[in-house]
């Protein structure tokens, strides 16, 4: 397969200033959001971008922020308002046509709505009276488990604690998040094997690491700030290895505008030494190949295993009975290659891998990050500088929320811990997640849906399903500062409740306040807003989850619900009492620039396991679990084919398999869409259908080319046979055998039933489909 260079110039640099100025424009906040930039990440009275979850550096910078955060901060920062106004224009029904573009750019949420069925329109209604709709629809629930309570990674420690206290006294574990979606099997597998479900390193480690494994990661568009650290790793010597279906054109070089010489002189830095363009859904075979190769030849560390780990022999076992014909068909790299890889590991005295939902998205997700974690123990990479784990989460707080007991399986400890500060018992049974919370929706069995933040219905699977369930609930509640197309699915009572935004002031009866987040190397800092408010009607959202347990628990709550949202003070002397590691909260996030590292066990070699070790995990699927499904997929057609009688040889119309997954574009955040180009993919449309020129030579068709694809259903009728399309075919220097949509837009195609088995979540990143042209270039591929 040829080296396609889709884009030619270095990532960041001016493209990316351009493209956040006409962001800044695009919103009409040039001046508001100009401000807000100036105070992004920065350590003194500056707040925490949300745009991604990517720790700050220690040394200070005027301007801290990518083009990534200032699209977010753009997306906040507007003045115009989605308020009753808007709503008496448009009809739900009409804004359920709208583009996910069009509902983004409708404006901010500045009072609270009611959905008025009579009239298909929100309407404004107080914040008491839709209070006293939330407190009566909560008592007619016959238990608890009846409602289920979502959050996203954009709310902060302080409200996060506050709303799973209120759920949990509520009584119920029904506490699903977007880490359901997104590094779910991060969390399972590293907590099982190191005993915290956590990165291992700090940010410093990327100073000192000499090899860096990328996996699944597309830092450009998702994280652009880890850039920086990248191209700075290259520059100290560290070899850098990309491994992913896609040749990401965006990790090649790397123009930083914080260096003068970059941007007058067009200097850049080189970052990935070579990209590894496996199959869709072949890590964990690659993975395999490496390990096997490591253990054969000896160049595994056997002081660290003998004594800082358990399993060693089962997973010896295990590699031993793969076959190098198994591995590579398993990920579409020759054998020899693979050991070219395993040798740079071998010699490598400090390696760091880091990964993205490339690795977690797949049925065999929780495989993918054992075979990481395997891979570092076989050399001892865990608990040395410049080594270790480092998964990197896309939301902000994403991480810091989990640590603050959003968590459908919480631990014994946390609910211990809480029922000991708060004097409340706490429900001992596990809650839905999304996929088991989406399923429970859909056959009827909630009455109540909650969410702080997010767009529950598409950011998860089987979308349409979930919009529709819906609107069979008693109540809805949106807590959010956008529209999304969740909110546009009302059930008999829907309830709308604005909130501030990250940038934003937060002033009570007892003063100014700020907030904390964890980022996803679990350095928690402070984050305060500067902006006065676009609505004099905003509240907080942990004035919000005060109200709220306040109308539905009752006033003689024994639990300051008021008194924890008018200080957040208040808020972080509980979490010191309740949660490992912030023992003298507030002293610690007061006395240090940037905010404090919380304990990382394993990071020390105590390995808070079932066994005491750290421990290897034999994988459980197959490493060819993927050219199975796409074998089973083709044998399914042809026996169709035969049985009605209409076996096409049409080389250029008919039936192909392939495996797809989901992408975001440089447009875009999660389910929020800033606009339609994608700078290092070259196209300015979202129905596309992104495959290399080769294969679609091969096949004998054109870029531009209008397909169709397609999934078939399961024997056992779990899944039902679904459809997207058409997509323009668009060039992409993706594997053989590959094909990439995007995100949400292509959510439909993934189904609620298909996930990693302990960490049920969904197979975003790879699912077998059928490919169908329909019309020869019918639209230009840009």
Same mark, same amino acid.
């Given at each position: 397969m040829r080296k396609i260079p889709v884009y030619s110039h270095p990532a960041a640099g001016w493209p990316a200033l351009f493209s956040s100025t006409r962001k800044l424009m695009d919103y009409q906040t040039f001046l508001r959001g100009s401000v807000s930039v100036f105070k992004s990440n920065q350590p003194q009275g500056g707040f925490d971008c949300p745009g991604c979850a990517w720790p700050d550096h220690k040394s200070h910078k005027a301007i801290d922020v990518c083009e990534n955060g200032i699209k977010v901060i753009a997306s906040e920062t507007m003045t115009k308002k989605a308020d009753a106004q808007f709503f008496a224009r448009h009809t739900v029904t009409e804004l359920q046509g709208w583009t996910g573009y069009e509902l983004e750019h409708s404006g901010r949420l500045s009072e609270p709505l009611?959905?008025?069925?009579?009239?298909?329109?929100?309407?404004?209604?107080?914040? $008491?009276?839709?209070?006293?709709?939330?407190a009566e629809q909560f008592k007619q629930l016959s238990s608890p488990d009846e409602a289920l309570f979502y959050t996203s990674g954009r709310v902060t420690n302080e409200p996060a604690f506050m709303y799973q206290l209120f759920v949990r006294c509520f009584g119920t574990n029904n506490l699903p998040d977007c880490s359901n979606m997104c590094h779910e099997p991060t969390s399972v597998m590293l907590g099982r094997q190191l005993g915290i479900g956590k990165a291992t390193v700090k940010l410093e480690d990327f100073e000192q690491a000499k090899l860096i494994l990328m996996f699944g990661q597309n830092p450009a568009t998702n994280h652009p700030r #880890?850039? +920086?650290?990248?191209?700075?790793?290259? +520059?100290?010597?560290?070899?850098?290895?990309?491994?992913?279906?896609?040749?990401?054109? &965006?990790?090649? !070089?790397?123009? *930083?505008?914080? !260096?003068?010489?970059?941007?007058?002189? &067009?200097?850049? *830095? %080189? #970052?990935? %030494? $070579?990209?590894?363009?496996?199959?869709?859904?072949?890590?964990?075979?690659?993975?395999?190949?490496?390990? !096997?190769?490591?253990? +054969?030849?000896? !160049?595994? *560390?056997h002081d660290f295993i003998t004594t800082h780990t358990s399993g060693f022999e089962p997973i010896k076992q295990w590699l031993a009975e793969q076959s190098w014909a198994d591995i590579e068909l398993g990920c579409g790299i020759l054998e020899t290659d693979i050991i070219n890889l395993a040798e740079l590991v071998a010699a490598s005295p400090a390696t760091i891998c880091t990964w993205g939902m490339g690795i977690t998205q797949h049925v065999q997700g929780d495989d993918n990050v054992a075979m990481i974690t395997n891979l570092l123990l076989l050399m001892g990479m865990i608990g040395i500088d410049g080594a270790g784990a480092s998964p990197v989460r896309g939301h902000s707080n994403v991480q810091g929320d989990r640590t603050m007991g959003i968590h459908e399986r919480p631990s014994k400890s946390l609910l211990d811990s809480l029922e000991r500060v708060f004097e409340h018992p706490m429900p001992q049974e596990h809650g839905y997640d999304v996929v088991t919370g989406a399923k429970a929706l859909i056959a009827g069995k909630l009455k109540i849906f909650m969410g702080m933040g997010g767009n529950y219905a598409v950011a998860a699977p089987d979308t349409s399903a979930i919009e529709q369930a819906l609107m069979t609930t008693q109540l809805n509640i949106f807590v959010g500062t956008k529209l999304n197309e969740t909110m546009l699915y009302p059930g008999a009572n829907n309830l709308i409740l604005p909130c501030l935004g990250r940038t934003e002031r937060i002033v009570t009866a007892k003063g100014e306040q700020f907030a904390?987040? +964890?980022?996803?190397?679990?350095?928690?800092?402070?984050?305060? &807003?500067?902006?006065?408010?676009?609505?004099?009607?905003?509240?907080? $959202?942990?004035?919000?989850?005060? %109200?709220?347990?306040?109308?539905?628990? &009752?006033? %003689?709550?024994?639990?300051?619900w008021q008194a924890m949202s008018e200080d957040f003070d208040i808020v972080r002397d509980y979490v010191a009492q309740a949660i490992n590691g912030f023992e003298d909260f507030n002293h610690r996030i007061r006395t240090t620039e940037r905010g404090f590292h919380l304990y990382h066990a394993a990071r020390h070699r105590i390995w808070n396991t079932d066994s005491g070790k750290a421990q290897f995990e034999v994988p459980k699927y197959p490493i060819t679990y993927v050219a199975a499904q796409m074998a089973e997929t083709t044998s399914a057609l042809e026996d169709n084919a035969r049985k009605n009688g209409n076996v096409d040889d049409d080389q250029n119309d008919g039936q192909k398999i392939w495996q797809l997954t989901s992408v975001r574009s440089h447009d875009q955040f999660n389910t929020m869409i800033f606009g339609y180009k994608d700078r290092y993919r070259q196209t300015n449309r979202r129905d596309v259908l992104l495959m290399h020129p080769d294969e679609i030579s091969r096949l004998g068709w054109h870029a531009g080319d209008s397909v169709m694809v397609s999934r078939q259903g399961n024997p056992n009728g779990t899944s039902q046979p679904r459809t997207l399309g058409p997509l323009v075919l668009t060039e992409m220097d993706i594997a053989s055998n590959a094909v990439a949509a995007y995100y949400p837009e292509c959510n439909d195609l993934f189904d609620l039933d298909t996930h990693a088995p302990d960490s049920h979540i969904p197979a975003y990143k790879s699912t077998t489909v059928v490919l169908q042209r329909v019309n020869a270039s019918i639209a230009e591929p840009v």
């Open positions: 009611y959905y008025d069925a009579a009239q298909d329109r929100y309407v404004a209604i107080s914040w $008491e009276m839709a209070y006293q709709r939330i #880890m850039l +920086e650290m990248l191209a700075h790793a290259h +520059e100290q010597g560290c070899r850098i290895i990309s491994i992913n279906p896609m040749r990401e054109q &965006g990790l090649s !070089k790397f123009r *930083n505008p914080q !260096k003068p010489t970059h941007m007058t002189a &067009g200097q850049s *830095n %080189d #970052m990935v %030494d $070579e990209v590894v363009q496996l199959q869709i859904g072949g890590d964990a075979a690659l993975l395999t190949g490496i390990a !096997k190769w490591l253990i +054969e030849n000896d !160049k595994i *560390n904390t987040i +964890e980022d996803s190397m679990c350095q928690v800092v402070p984050t305060q &807003g500067t902006l006065k408010p676009v609505s004099d009607t905003l509240k907080s $959202e942990s004035q919000i989850v005060a %109200d709220i347990a306040t109308h539905v628990l &009752g006033p %003689d709550s024994t639990i300051p």
